[in-house]
């Protein structure tokens, strides 16, 4: 987390009053072009998502920034520690170097506001549009360490497209990012993961985009049905980081939840799947939320729950701890079938 408490205080306020952010920019090699007749108004191409016009507009009197493609912005200082990924100081360092600036000692930065999900407008869309961009995702060792601690290693990490938002005042910015797509593979979306075991109690563990339908989506439809296992048998669990885990081994997919929708189930259905294992976590919203959705399912496919030890999730588990929960539900076919 962030130290709002640093050793020696400095003025980032005055900083970003009167540092110069043609040149921060320039240093990054991004051209400032005038835009209208606003003598401090401008645009750039936007070096956080993969930018073909310029999206960025950057005011270099009240030294901000936002691009309305991907949604980054910020001010001057969030510019560099977006970029550079590095904390609040020592950006400051640099954007005093840069701009002939000094930083002197003042009060220390006010907190950053709690990140809130965007609330849920009226008119929702019907489908979920693919998106025209993709956000420029990075690893860094934090991440890496955590995403390994959780059993999810490079090859996963590759095949999901997992890392992080470099911009820190997108919304999910600092998250784990998660792409999502639709049946089809279009990229529709990224979910945003908080990294770290304990989430704070007023800080959402996860972020969805803000028009975005969980419902008419399902998580890794499309990459199983690049690559159906051969009886099209499926395993439902809770969390993508249950799918992410597990997938060089299974066939796992995602409601993104413990509800199951009328369109995802004819998802499941059009994609030829049978039998379905429902895995949510061994705890108690998990096993209602099992039963809720086997009900759901059950008139459709071949339906099992298996239930885990109090308080273990699917990706606590590692594949030859986790395979014998299934096999013995798969066992329970012909008795129960
Ligand atoms: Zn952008």
Known sequence: MVNHMPSRR???K??????DFSKVLASYGIALVKDGSNPSQHKALCPFHDDQKPSLKVNTEKNIYHCFVCDAGGNILEFVMAMDGIAIREAARKVAELSGSTIDRQAPPPPAAPETPGTVPDDLPTENQALSFALKLEQD???SAWLSSRGIEAPAIERFGLGRVSARSKTIGGRLAIPLHDEAGQ???YCGRYVGDIVPDDVPKYLM???FRKELAVFNLHRYRANPPPHRFAVLVESFLSVIRHDGHLSALSTMGRSISPEQIALLRETGITRILVVF???EPGRAGAR???AEL???FWTRIVDLPEGVKPHHLAWDAFRPFLADAWQTRSSTN
């Open 10 to 12: 400095l003025d980032f």
């Open 14 to 19: 005055a900083l970003r009053a009167s540092a």
């Open 141 to 143: 060792p934090e991440l």
């Open 187 to 189: 990229l529709i979306g």
């Open 209 to 211: 985009p803000k028009r």
């Open 281 to 283: 976590d061994g705890d």
């Open 292 to 294: 809720a959705v086997s």
């Open 298 to 300: 059950a008139p459709h």
